[in-house]
């Protein structure tokens, strides 16, 4: 299922907005911090979806039954732009266990690429809440060979995908390799070029976060 939090209106569209704004992103503890609201405000959401339990909590003149969720959630980052959308996940699922990727594209000559991924450092799947978090979905490849490996460690009782902007294109293709994963995103853009880069988009999310790198 798609959950595009961006067709309602409410504060995250203006997060979206300043992310994509040229102007705005040339400040990157601005971007980084719009990246962790955002992070907050889908996980508050996605925290709809998981089973709750009645528990009792003593207060200083009684007894009240809260209800709490009872799933035990795994936060799954591709780094390292992914560390601040994360950040504001883990803000709010603060008891959560975390999983680490380091993914990157691996160029060839005449422009196409691979996806690679160097490591997982993850945690005990079986009957968790999986959370994968990334800024944005292009084109879906690294998200695909990413669930292919996590998977690989265990079964989680269900997953998430979670990212900022995605393309339709990087969208299909995660829902064709894993029919049952439920995809949180803030925007939904149509266009996705030949490179995998979406547009409108909003460049680089790593390299607006924490300063460019260099590839060669």
């Known amino acids: 299922m798609i959950h595009n939090l961006g067709n309602q209106n409410s504060l995250l569209n203006q997060f979206v907005a300043e992310l994509r704004d040229v102007n705005i992103q040339t400040d990157k503890m601005r971007f980084r911090r719009n990246l962790e609201r955002l992070g907050e405000i889908m996980a508050y959401e996605i925290s709809k979806q998981l089973e709750f339990n009645s528990i009792e909590v003593e207060t200083p003149l009684g007894i009240a039954n809260v209800n709490v969720p009872e799933e035990g959630v795994v936060l799954a980052t591709i ?6 959308l994360h950040t ?27 996806i690679r991924i160097e490591s997982l450092a993850c945690p005990d799947l079986n ?16 998200i695909g060979l990413t669930l292919k ?16 902007i995605c393309s339709s294109y990087g969208i299909n293709h995660v ?16 266009e996705l ?17 924490f300063g460019g790198i260099n590839r060669d």
Not at 184 to 189: H, L, Q, R, S, V
Request: aromatic residues 8%; charged residues 20%; negative net charge.
């Open 175 to 190: 829902q064709r390799l894993h029919e049952k994963v439920d995809i949180w995103t803030c925007a939904i853009d149509e």
């Open 149 to 164: 490996q996590i998977l690989d460690r265990g079964q989680p009782k269900s997953i998430h995908v979670a990212a900022a």
């Open 193 to 209: 070029t030949a490179k995998s880069y979406i547009v409108p988009g909003l460049g680089d999310a790593g390299d607006l976060a």
């Open 79 to 84: 780094l390292r732009a992914g560390l601040p």
């Open 127 to 142: 009957d968790k809440v999986l959370i994968l978090i990334d800024p944005m979905i292009a084109s879906g490849a690294s």
């Open 88 to 114: 504001g996940f883990l803000n709010y699922f603060d008891q959560a266990e975390n999983a680490f990727i380091t993914a990157y594209r691996h160029q060839h000559k005449g422009g196409n690429f691979e």
